[in-house]
């Protein structure tokens, strides 16, 4: 199996946390912070800091430790647990772990259960926003994609992979078949302070939003033109610009609820920083005018 996971890793955890959410230990039942809590508020990775869990998905199992029957959408991995039996799940972006999933349950009408280490969470109350979170951005090939996305003020990291497709741990040669069903994605964190909107708009601005499964010379499902949300805002705001481009446009792109991200192989990430070379079907339109309140290094 391909794992890209980022390197992340705090200097300041406890013992405990560190064994968990890196040699998958469990805490033991009915002691964790979060078990019988309800605020409402959300659950952010405790090592990386991206959103995992949403309170209005919180339930009570009686399990012993916090579950949920939902994660914000594209943050929670799925994976064979080394006991071969169960499945394990962890943060998609650092890979912490943070405990196990279950279905068949009948918990809720979800039917799911995340069972949840509290030590592998941080909860944010209601009104207080995280410091970074995540949005997906397909726009045909990903090396222009990222490359250019690089450049923006706000934006802390990105990496390219596929999602949209439906089957895992795809690789670039399958990809390039069109038979999974991925588009070529982009994997963007940025800092909160950074409105959402404009990254949004930068998106528009870097590529033909009007090409229907094509970017320039490529063609092909998996060059089609998506924004994968991952909150409501990212959502509403990503409507509204497409319905203001659409007064004028015949836009292409489609708004997608972010399923699982696989990373591509090694070789595709920065791939342009590597190669020296400069992307050959991306460059920026000023699309919505000079004033674009977004900054560029």
């Known amino acids: 199996m391909k794992e890209a996971f980022k390197t992340v890793e705090n200097k300041d955890f406890s013992e405990l946390e560190r064994k968990v959410m890196f040699e998958k230990a469990t805490e033991l039942p009915f002691t964790g912070e979060y078990y019988d809590f309800f605020e409402e508020g959300i ?25 949920f029957d939902d994660e914000v959408p594209g943050a929670v991995l799925r994976q064979p647990d080394k006991d071969g039996v169960r ?3 962890v943060c998609g972006y650092c890979g912490a772990h943070l405990g196990h999933v279950f279905t068949g349950e ?33 726009a045909g090939c990903f090396w222009g994609v990222e490359h250019l996305f690089k450049q923006c003020e706000g934006v802390l990291d990105t990496q390219v992979g596929f999602m949209g497709g439906h089957t895992d741990h795809p690789t670039y040669e399958e990809v390039c078949t069109g038979t999974t069903g991925h588009a070529e994605t982009v994997r963007v964190v940025y800092d909160t302070k950074v409105d959402v909107e404009n990254l949004i708009k930068y998106f528009f601005e870097i590529h033909d939003f009007t090409q229907v499964n094509r970017q320039g010379p490529d063609w092909g499902e998996q060059y089609r033109s998506v924004i994968f949300y991952t909150s409501e805002e990212q959502k509403q705001k990503a409507e509204k610009i497409k319905a203001l481009l659409s007064q004028k446009y015949k836009v292409a792109t489609s708004i997608e609820k972010a399923s699982t991200f696989w990373p591509a192989e090694d ?24 004033d674009i309140p977004i900054s560029l290094d």
Not at 43 to 67: A, E, I, M, T
Not at 267 to 290: E, L, M, S, V, W
């Open 43 to 67: 659950y952010v990775c405790k090592n990386c800091g991206l959103p995992l869990y949403r309170s209005q998905d919180k339930f009570h199992s009686g399990c012993g430790w916090p579950s």
């Open 87 to 89: 499945t394990e799940i």
């Open 106 to 138: 009948g918990f809720t009408e979800k039917d799911t259960r995340h069972c949840v280490n509290s030590v592998s969470l941080k909860f944010l109350p209601k009104g207080q926003k995280p410091e970074k979170e995540q949005i997906f951005f397909a």
């Open 267 to 290: 070789y595709h990430q920065d791939y342009y920083d590597k190669t020296g070379k400069t992307p050959y079907c991306h460059y920026r339109r000023a699309i919505f005018g000079k």
